[in-house]
């Protein structure tokens, strides 16, 4: 174990720079930083005692992290001398190979030498001194063949919040490193100005030529486009090979017409690939499907022959340009697919935002989806473009090696699946995209087993699967089906309209009425109750839900339903235009499904709000490093290995008790950080702009909302005549009771941390603003099953606290007299007491003391037992029970008022 690491509070996590982790240390061996997985697990031999100065690492995947960079630091004006400087680099350079690393960096705080350890040059060949192997660096130099000196800083700065931010000397050194890792390899140590392949902007050209000329809806054209793409692609890697590929069609240009070269691509090239990747047998689906020049038949269209003459054009002037595409970014489908669709209304009438690749990439590292054993099952029952499906494969080795075949055949460990809906002809290729999709992601592995592109096309089609009809993904559950997924990662749509028409079809089904009983308003909430449903006992979901599911008074029932059949592990709130064709406000939902319904949960919540994404949100969606999905990513991961003991200073991060879910009307978590620490914080709801159509489909939202309220209180009538005793607080609660003085301070309790929570005079039912303390500590007063009351801080709020808590000297126990235990209702006395202290405006020119609630008359209801009048306690429950309806009514249109607020209606 290194002290170093333990005082440096490194052992789980670095320094968070972009992508990166950064460990500034020195007195820590190999050996130590293997043991806590910060670099990867190999032999170190006469190495595992060295002690580098610092590293960058690439955690993503910790249990394979990647070196990106080694740094020697020497004191100030150590590299006077040629010889200092060898030295140095020497020493860093034997580090960084050993390591792997893809840079290493020299210093002496005025000078840095930035070198790559991969790049041999004889020139600078030693015998490393530990191992006495010959070795060689080389120094990185930018397109000029000037040394690349600029300095390695990491540091940051601390806000008001005690928050620590990036400086901006870091963020440039990260956006050096990112570049340089890129462009320098075994081969070349110069920075020649970054080049990527990314078709985005030839693909734009193409789309747009065909648009104009046929003037096709965006989607078709769209895809028209993938499909020369992946014609070409397939060509690059060899797997496509003449005389079906891109270069011999290319080269008929210049022996025949245009409309034969177009006959034979459809005829041969075309056919080509539906034999080397067969359409499935289920839905007839395969990874191309474009119908501008070919027909529904297959047959050259050869009206459109000149046009597609143009486009092979263009995509052979790119190579000679770029190059082939051999590379493509693997984010490029989705960049591709938002770019386009931006442009239609026609699926964001279905509800349909497909979700960033940033945010997906978080979701896939919270879910553990790579510590899934063999034999489990993963789902996307909406699932796009596939990013759900397809991203564990590249952020994970172990799942990605699973798709090489073996013995011919690829049985990987876990079975992926994903559903989308097509009840049209041109709904159906999304289904095709997320196809194309995965060839990309796993063309290494197609070139290496070229000869099995059946075998390939076949697990892409057991993957993806297209469902024609209307009902989609919720058609496929049979008694079968149930509890059959150990994971679902999903993003469902979110649209109210159409929902009638659906629950029509689902009625005329036995077994789809018995699973669809919930009634929710929206669509997501039919998805909700798949996806429970379709869980094993156990299984883990993690959905992204729009703020209606959280918040409207309709789906009070289902979110009640979440609370019954599962766990709730984690709430987290998305900035809103998160989604590119949407300002929608949005959530990560992660539930547990119990084993026993009946099982209570004990553990809280995790919530999170995240302000950044990695990425402007606007059309431009340029990267920034700014990015709170790393951090709330490793925060949750560490809250998993002790939910019950976790603590964090990090302001974005709340833990909430499970009964506050209980009993909160609304889950919009946003609204437990106070105004003054969302400002500090510079979190603001971001204005919401909504065209007509959407902001009628708001209006109707609420007014459903509204009619659902009206109908609930129509149940809630006042009580009929019933007959009150009165008993004075005074009388009802023992006031001999004393809670803690003001000495038992936050420091106090730092010292002595436990289990037993500290409540201060807070808004929030769970929140101890205190923290946690040990139990029987001399000279503190313990409360059981009692109601706490706020004499400072928000005064007048009550709580009914079950369990054993103490509490800060700004709250007092209400503790019921011997002679009450059994016929009053703390929760109905709750609510008394708060409505009557109401009336007398207390505050904090009125402080709600003893003194002041003393005689406030408590209105206790009593029934006839005999000759006797007797306190009714199931009349209590009853009356506090409505109550408590009527404060959730209340809650829930303050919220919806609030949300109205920052809307913004756009007539054009």
């Not at 540091?155 to 050194?173: A, F, G, I, S």
């Not at 263009?314 to 960049?335: P, Q």
């Not at 706490?788 to 369990?803: H, L, Q």
């Not at 002679?819 to 202290?837: G, H, M, P, R, W």
């Amino acid at each position: 174990m290194s002290e170093e690491l333990i005082q440096k509070k490194l052992t789980k996590n670095g320094l968070l720079i972009g992508n990166y982790q950064y460990y500034n240390i020195g007195n820590t061996t190999l050996n130590q930083l293997k043991q806590h997985n910060i670099i990867p697990k190999n032999n170190y031999d006469k190495y595992s005692k060295r002690k580098p100065d610092a590293l960058l690492v690439d955690r993503t995947n910790k249990s394979n992290p990647i070196v990106i960079c080694v740094i020697e630091y020497k004191n100030i004006g150590k590299f006077q001398s040629k010889k200092d400087k060898i030295k140095t680099l020497e020493q860093c350079n034997d580090v960084a190979q050993v390591l792997n690393a893809k840079i290493g960096i020299a210093t002496d705080g005025e000078q840095f030498i930035w070198f790559n350890p991969n790049h041999k040059n004889k020139s600078t060949e030693y015998k490393d001194k530990t191992t006495k192997i010959l070795r060689s660096y080389t120094i990185i130099e930018n397109e000029n063949g000037l040394p690349f000196t600029q300095n390695f800083i990491i540091d940051q700065k601390q806000n008001e919040l005690e928050v620590y931010k990036l400086t901006d000397m870091t963020r440039d050194t990260y956006t050096s490193v990112n570049n340089i890792s890129v462009a320098i390899s075994e081969n070349t140590s110069v920075i020649a100005p970054f080049k990527t392949i990314d078709p985005l902007p030839l693909a734009k050209n193409v789309w747009q030529d065909i648009w104009i000329a046929t003037g096709k809806t965006p989607e078709k054209c769209l895809y028209n486009v993938v499909e020369i793409l992946i014609f070409k692609f397939l060509s690059d890697l060899g797997i496509l090979k003449d005389p079906e590929n891109f270069e011999y069609l290319f080269s008929l240009y210049k022996k025949i017409s245009a409309e034969e070269v177009l006959d034979y691509y459809a005829k041969n090239c075309r056919a080509k690939i539906y034999k080397l990747f067969p359409v499935s047998s289920t839905d007839n689906t395969t990874i191309i499907n474009g119908t501008i020049f070919v027909d529904g038949n297959g047959n050259a269209n050869l009206t459109q022959a000149t046009l597609f003459e143009n486009s092979i054009k263009k995509f052979r002037d790119f190579e000679d340009k770029f190059g082939k595409l051999t590379n493509i970014d693997k984010e490029f489908k989705t960049k591709l697919y938002e770019t386009f669709l931006k442009q239609t209304q026609g699926l964001k009438g279905l509800g349909q935002y497909f979700t960033p690749r940033k945010v997906v990439r978080a979701i896939v590292k919270m879910s553990d989806i790579n510590n899934l054993t063999a034999g489990s099952r993963v789902c996307d029952p909406f699932c796009g473009v596939g990013g759900f499906i397809l991203e564990p494969i590249n952020l994970f080795d172990n799942l990605r090696k699973d798709f090489a075949p073996k013995n011919g055949k690829i049985n990987t460990k876990i079975k992926y699946e994903g559903f989308d809906k097509g009840a049209e002809k041109d709904e159906e290729r999304t289904i095709i995209l997320a196809k194309a999709n995965m060839l990309i992601y796993l063309a290494d592995i197609i070139v290496k087993y070229g000869h099995l592109t059946k075998e390939f096309s076949q697990t892409f089609n057991n993957t993806f699967h297209l469902l024609k009809s209307n009902l989609g993904t919720l058609n496929i559950i049979k008694d079968k089906e149930e509890e059959k997924y150990n994971l679902i990662l999903t993003n469902p749509p979110y649209v109210t309209k159409g929902k009638k028409s659906l629950l029509n079809e689902i009625r005329k089904d036995a077994d789809l009425k018995r699973l669809f009983k919930i009634n929710a308003i929206g669509v997501e909430g039919l998805a909700l109750e798949w996806i429970i449903y379709s869980l094993k006992r156990g299984g883990s979901a993690f959905i992204i839900v729009p703020d209606g599911l959280l918040n409207r008074i309709s789906d009070k029932k289902l979110r009640k339903y979440i609370l019954k059949e599962c766990f709730l592990n984690a709430i987290v709130s998305l900035p809103r235009k998160t989604f590119f064709a949407t300002s929608k406000k949005t959530y990560i939902l992660s539930i547990t499904k119990k084993d026993n319904p009946e099982d209570e949960q004990s553990s809280p919540v995790f919530t999170y709000l995240i302000k950044d994404i990695g990425e402007r949100l606007d059309v431009t969606r340029f990267n920034i490093i700014d990015d709170d999905l790393n951090p709330m990513v490793d925060l949750y991961n560490q809250f998993k290995g002790s939910k019950n003991n976790f603590s964090t200073k990090d302001p974005k991060c709340k833990i909430k008790g499970i009964k506050t879910f209980h009993t909160e009307p609304s889950w919009i978590i946003d609204r437990w950080w106070s105004e003054e620490e969302r400002q500090k914080l510079g979190i603001k709801d971001a204005t919401q702009v909504l065209n007509l159509v959407e902001f009628r489909t708001k209006l109707s939202e609420m007014q459903d909302n509204l009619k659902n309220a009206i109908l609930e209180l129509k149940h809630i009538n006042e009580s009929k005549k019933n007959k009150f005793i009165e008993i004075e607080v005074k009388d009802l609660f023992d006031f001999d009771i004393k809670t803690n003085r003001s000495n038992f301070t936050r420091a106090f309790v730092n010292q002595n941390k436990g289990d037993i929570p500290v409540y201060s005079a807070s808004k929030d039912s769970d929140f101890t603003g205190y923290g946690r303390i040990k139990n029987n500590l001399n000279g503190i007063k313990y409360f059981e099953n009692c109601l706490t009351w706020n004499i400072d801080g928000y005064i007048g709020k009550a709580f009914y606290r079950k369990g054993r808590f103490t509490l800060s000297e700004k709250v007092i126990p209400l503790v019921l007299r011997d002679q009450y235990t059994n016929n009053v209702s703390y929760e109905y006395v709750k609510y008394i007491l708060q409505k009557e202290a109401a009336k007398r405006e207390l505050g904090f020119s009125n402080k709600a003391g003893k003194s002041r609630i003393a005689d406030i008359k408590i209105n206790l209801p009593i029934k006839k037992s005999g000759n006797k009048s007797i306190i009714d306690i199931q009349k209590q429950a009853e009356l506090a029970d409505k109550y408590r309806k009527v404060a959730e009514i209340q809650e829930n249109f303050i919220t919806e008022i609030e949300l109205l607020k920052t809307l913004t209606v756009e007539l054009t």
